[in-house]
């Protein structure tokens, strides 16, 4: 935990990624895939995030999103949590389509280092329900997938989130415009009200604005739509 006050954005100018508080191994890793310096919404959101903080950030297509929220949700996994079935599940990932959860599980996949064992799963509609059902049996601790296609595996069981950390609703204004709004809402609501909530969308409508307001607890609000 940061000892700076909460609103502090004394780490935001810094553009290295060294300046945020993460494993000397996550930073090699990082400079492995090439990551030299954050993009300016991983400046603005990362440090805070690190820090447990709720998130609502806008930011355009191609802006490094996914490790914005991708950093801070692995950072808060413990690995070693599990039961008799397997890992706990701790981060949750909801995204529009099918591809974007492939991307994001992808991206997530290269942020979390081989050797550190984190077991992610990708959930989505339009696929056969029974492999994803078998593969939910061994656990993991992320899921990615789509709202539908969670709250289907939720209602029957086989996923549960009481051990949820983080909540991220990845392109939030797409998820609203192709009519998730309710299932976003339902599965919110089966997570453990502590949790930490990060919302990503590239626009600000105002369902995204009523959707802030209803999930995130004192969020910090990035906005840097107006940057090209
Ligand atoms: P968005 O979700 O905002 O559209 P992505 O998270 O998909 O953007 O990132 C876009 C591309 O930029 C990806 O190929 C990703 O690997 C790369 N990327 C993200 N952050 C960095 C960084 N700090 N340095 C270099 N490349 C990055
Ligand atoms: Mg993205």
Known sequence: MSAQPPQS?????????ASLDLPAPVLENLARLGYATMTPIQAASLPLALSGRDILAQAKTGSGKTAAFGLALLARIDVRAQDAAGPLLQGLVLCP??????????????????????????????????????????????????PGRILDVLGRGALR????????????DRMLDMGFHDDIVAIADQC?????TLLFSATYPEGIARLGRRFLRQPVEVKLAEQH
């Open 192 to 196: 453990p009200p502590e949790r930490q």
């Open 97 to 146: 389509t099918r591809e974007l959860a492939e991307q994001v599980s992808q991206e997530l996949r290269r942020l979390a280092r081989a050797e550190d064992n984190v077991k992610i799963l990708t959930l989505c509609g339009g696929t056969p329900m029974r492999p994803q059902l078998a593969s939910l049996e061994h656990g993991a601790h992320v899921v990615v997938g789509t």
């Open 9 to 17: 954005t004394d780490h935001s100018s810094s553009l290295d990624f």
């Open 161 to 172: 989130c009481a051990t949820l950390r983080t909540l991220v609703l990845d392109e939030a």
